[in-house]
């Protein structure tokens, strides 16, 4: 058994006018350890997908339907008081900009302390022991002093870092990090990425990866996720994908990123830009800016087919297939 | 400190002539003119200002025309009585806008937190003299209700329900003070004290209430969507913890810098509560001295409530270095 | 094109309009706009609708003094608000004071408006000494609250005109007073959006085609500003009326010979220990159920033209 498993998760908006469905029919598994990444433009709904597997979807979103399991049990249906005991605890998060996330009025001792506190029974000097142990893990210097200063007295590279360890303090089975890096420096996105990385493998955490960067997935992660408007388009072993792209979206995003051995070559940009949540195109919602949309693709939304170990979501993509299945049965 | 003084030092020549108050018609005109040189009101504007200012810098506002002693003595003898409704005033407002505005942003839908929003926009459209005279009607005089038949059993409750018995004291500040120090008689130490204090600090309570409510309100939904608070739970801190800490912490800040300004305007409006309640304080003296043309107290007064704003909005300041880290108290950004 | 044309074409535009849109679909903005107009219309065919005439001291007869509303004992069915302490008809006197108080809550917002926009605009446009200045007086204003100012100003002025004569000018002066005692506050919004508005391509437009100063700041910058003032504006109108009524409830106000809200309020608070409650709570009623109307318009006002919350 996976240690999360979310199945055909539906997540909407409720807005003035009907609903706005943000998620559709979303499943992946994630096991023990597995570095996943979850790729897409940004509105493709990576952010909310992350968010509501620990169900913390800001109003008006809900979780309409669907089952995220972890553990087999399900977070979706769960009270409050148990998601809480998951939270942070069993699920760490880590958010996009380090600026943000911190409270600016509390040092960051307390925060870390009261994550602590809120899902042991532990003194205060034990906690702050720990949290020192950590903040060392991460490479801060000076980390007693660190722990009685405010977040802003902290760069932005030092507030992740923090991030890191407070993510890091209660050995949770999973870390979803959501663009863990593209509030931050270039010049230390890479150091950052690296200790998160170093820091799941030593404590055997499972990764969800969120980004747009489909390079770090490339290098860093077992499988991927394709998402594009709220669906998952495509999904399997990184190595797959990324050498043989099923999906005309998937193809576009990797022949849009610079290349390297051919220099001075024009990058690849796909026409067109990601619909808004309000006006997702009828049939495959890819269709409007994909070459090789049919009328079948305007008027129906493509189930999946499985090519090789990659789940595909494109009525062009299994044309392709069964006409090969139909060459193979022939020649046999 | 200067503005206030020149334009307190301005009215005076404003404010008509003091002798008529003072002397009534039966003096001759040379008694007039001997006292007006005696008091100095013969000499020059800038004469008369600059010895005004050099006795304000020794604490000497002159002497009141009406009361006949030292003007700074006359306003200590009143001070006392409109701090103490003032700060039963905030104490009030603290109590009961912090919890009523941190439930309203929690949970803006339910009918509770409509009702104390409703209630605080009509609550802004009531001037404070008509909320002291309906207080008095309600718990001074009393209201006998009887729009119920009487001779059944829920028309007896209703009318009874509805009505109030009032005998609350609506009158300065009773008999039963506590001497605290110098001029400083105390209403807070006994149950008379604190009787007659409720009505004139509900009514002066009532005129900030929805303000604070409305902006704490604002503040914390504002704060409630930011990420840390997100982050706050995904952490799986306790809801409680994260209302009451997180949120309510950075909601104070700007609470803290408006309230603080509030706190020094609800000083004028001590001026029709205490009309209203015939609360012995500073406010019903200046209105006094207005009347009678008391210029040098009216000049005094104004420099004291002057000077409580620079003293509020000074300990606004530091309050606000304190709880907010990322202020230094000497005032730059870190 | 002729005018009727004109002017329809003018009113198919408001019909379509977001602000005529928003109105419809706000109950409670048409609520207070009906009870708005209801009792401006009443008072100012005060002198049409109102049984007496409270300014005709020839009708008035002391014996009719404090008598209860109608559906009270003792009551005369020719009053049927009953009478206050002088005699006079309440329902007639009220709807005389309405008009008072309208007539300065609307004069004291329009001089506030010219000085809160000439300064304004003078502070946020020339900026440099004339803006400190300009501003340090209003924080000063500001941080005795315009209620301090107003008795200020009006203890000044009741003591140099003398009482009789202050009566008689008296519309006048409050008007003035609360005129002076606001500006500050229309001054800060203007001043606000005439900086945000001068960093804009237009003005610098208009400055290399060579306008004057004058002409950019009235005729340029000001069409701009114009929403949050009439936002504020509103408000304001809501406050002026609490200020008169504060005024007169002090004494610093309209004489009792011709009465607004505040000074009927005023004289009926004598009255009000021996048990005569109507003379001072019925138009405190009046006057709270008009400063809250103007007050409602003005948050659907904010509401509607505040781009911050006009999604969603």
Aim: glycine share 8%; proline share 5%; with cysteine.
């Amino acid at each position: 058994m996976a240690l999360l498993e979310v199945n055909n998760l539906d997540v909407r908006f409720a807005v003035r006018g009907g609903d706005l469905k943000a998620l559709r029919k979303i499943s992946f598994s994630l096991d023990k350890g597995e570095r996943l990444g979850l790729v897409g433009e940004s509105g493709a709904g990576k952010s909310v997908a992350a968010f509501s597997i620990l169900n913390l979807i800001a109003r008006p979103g809900y979780i309409a339907g669907g089952e995220i399991l972890f553990e087999g049990k399900n977070l979706a249906a769960m009270s409050d008081r148990e998601l809480r005991r998951i939270r942070g605890n069993r699920i760490a998060m880590i958010f996009q900009d380090p600026m943000m996330t911190l409270n600016p009025v509390l040092t960051i001792g307390t925060q870390m302390i009261e994550a602590l506190k809120a899902h042991r029974r532990i003194g205060t000097r034990a906690a702050r022991q720990i949290a020192l142990d950590r903040l060392k893990q991460v490479q801060i210097p000076s980390p007693d002093k660190r722990l009685d200063q405010y977040p802003h007295e902290l760069s932005g590279g030092m507030r992740q870092r923090v991030i890191i360890a407070i993510a890091l303090l209660l050995d949770p089975e999973i870390i979803i990090a959501d663009e863990p890096t593209t509030a931050l420096d270039v010049t230390i996105q890479a150091e950052i990425m690296a200790l998160l990385l170093e820091l799941c493998e030593q404590h055997n955490v499972a990764l969800m990866l969120i980004t747009h960067d489909l390079g770090v997935v490339s290098q860093v992660t077992q499988n991927m996720l394709v998402m594009y408007a709220g669906r998952i388009i495509e999904q399997g072993p990184t190595k797959e994908i990324i050498n043989d792209a099923q999906h005309p979206y998937t193809q576009g995003l990797i022949n849009a990123l610079p290349q390297m051995g051919e220099p001075g070559r024009r990058l690849y940009q796909i026409p067109g830009a990601m619909p808004s949540l309000n006006r997702i195109p009828t049939g495959c919602p890819f269709h409007p800016r994909c070459q090789f949309a049919t009328d079948l693709c305007k008027q129906e939304m493509p189930e999946y087919v499985t090519s090789g170990n990659v789940d595909v979501a494109c009525h062009e993509v299994r044309k392709l297939i069964e006409e090969e299945q139909q060459q193979r049965e022939m020649t046999s | 400190m200067f503005v206030i003084s020149v334009i307190s030092f301005a009215i005076q020549d404003g404010l008509g002539d003091p002798l008529r108050q003072m002397v009534g018609q039966s003096v001759s005109d040379a008694e007039r003119e001997q006292l007006r040189e005696d008091l100095g009101l013969n000499d020059p504007v800038i004469v008369q200002y600059a010895r005004f200012a050099a006795n304000a810098v020794q604490g000497d506002l002159a002497n009141s025309y009406f009361y006949g002693e030292p003007t700074l003595d006359v306003i200590m003898d009143h001070l006392p009585a409109t701090l103490e409704l003032v700060i039963a005033a905030s104490l009030m407002i603290v109590c009961l806008s912090i919890p009523i505005g941190v439930y309203a942003a929690i949970r803006p839908r339910a009918w509770l937190s409509k009702f104390f929003m409703g209630v605080s926009t009509v609550g802004i459209s009531i001037p404070v003299f008509l909320t002291a005279i309906v207080l008095i009607q309600l718990f001074s005089i009393g209201v006998t209700v009887d729009w119920f038949p009487a001779d059944t059993g829920w028309g007896t409750w209703l009318n009874d329900l509805l009505s109030t018995d009032g005998g609350m004291p609506s009158y300065g500040r009773g008999q039963d003070l506590t001497h605290l120090f110098g001029t400083w008689d105390s209403n807070f130490f006994s149950w008379d004290g604190l009787l007659h204090l409720m009505l004139p600090a509900v009514s002066l309570a009532s005129i900030m209430l929805p303000l604070f409510i409305r902006l704490i309100r604002a503040e914390m939904m504002e704060v409630l969507q930011s990420d840390y608070i997100r982050y706050a739970q995904a952490k799986g801190i306790s809801p409680w913890r994260i209302n009451f800490l997180h949120a309510l912490k950075n909601t104070m800040l700007p609470v803290i810098t408006v309230g603080g300004v509030q706190i020094g305007i609800m000083v004028a409006y001590t001026i029709l509560t205490e009309t209203v309640f015939q609360w012995p304080g500073v406010g019903l003296m200046f209105l006094e001295a207005i009347t009678r043309s008391d210029i040098p107290l009216i000049v005094a007064y104004l420099m004291v409530v002057g000077l409580i704003f620079v003293i509020t909005n000074t300990v606004v300041d530091l309050v606000y270095g304190l709880v907010n880290p990322t202020v230094k108290l000497t005032g730059k950004k870190a | 094109m002729t005018t009727a044309t004109a002017n329809a074409s003018r009113w198919s535009r408001f019909r379509e309009s977001f602000l005529w849109y928003s109105f419809k679909r706000d109950k409670v903005a048409i609520v207070s706009f009906v009870v708005f107009v209801l009792i401006a219309a009443a008072a100012f065919l005060a002198p049409l609708l109102a049984p007496h005439d409270p300014y005709d001291l020839a009708t008035i007869n002391i014996m009719n003094s404090e008598l209860p509303p109608v559906w009270m004992d003792g009551s005369d069915p020719s009053f049927p608000l009953g009478t206050d302490a002088q005699g006079r008809d309440l329902l007639s006197t009220i709807l005389y004071g309405t008009r008072v108080s309208l007539l300065i809550g609307f004069g004291a917002v329009i001089l506030q408006s010219a000085l809160g926009i000439l300064f304004g605009l003078l502070a946020g446009y020339l900026g440099g000494r004339v803006d400190s200045i300009l501003m340090r007086i209003a924080d000063v204003q500001l941080s005795f609250s315009t209620l301090m100012v107003a008795i200020i100003v009006g203890a000044v002025f009741k003591a140099s005109f003398g009482n009789l004569m202050f009566g008689e000018i008296a519309i006048y002066l409050l008007i003035l007073i609360i005129g002076i005692a606001e500006w500050p506050q229309i001054a800060r919004t203007v001043r606000a959006s005439v900086l945000a508005e001068k960093k804009k391509e237009y003005v610098d437009a208009a400055k290399v085609m060579g306008y004057r100063t004058n002409r950019i700041m009235f005729r340029h910058i000001l069409p701009n500003t114009l929403s949050p003032i009439f936002v504020i504006g509103t408000v304001q109108i809501a406050n002026a009326i609490i200020s008169e009524a504060a005024l007169s409830f002090l004494g610093l106000g309209m004489p009792e010979t011709q009465p607004s809200l505040g000074s009927l309020i005023k004289s009926g608070f004598d009255y009000i220990q021996s048990g005569s409650w109507w003379i001072t709570l019925i138009p405190g009623l009046v006057l709270v159920v008009l400063v809250l109307v103007i007050n409602l318009l003005g948050d659907w006002l904010r509401d509607v033209m505040n781009p911050r919350l006009y999604k969603g």
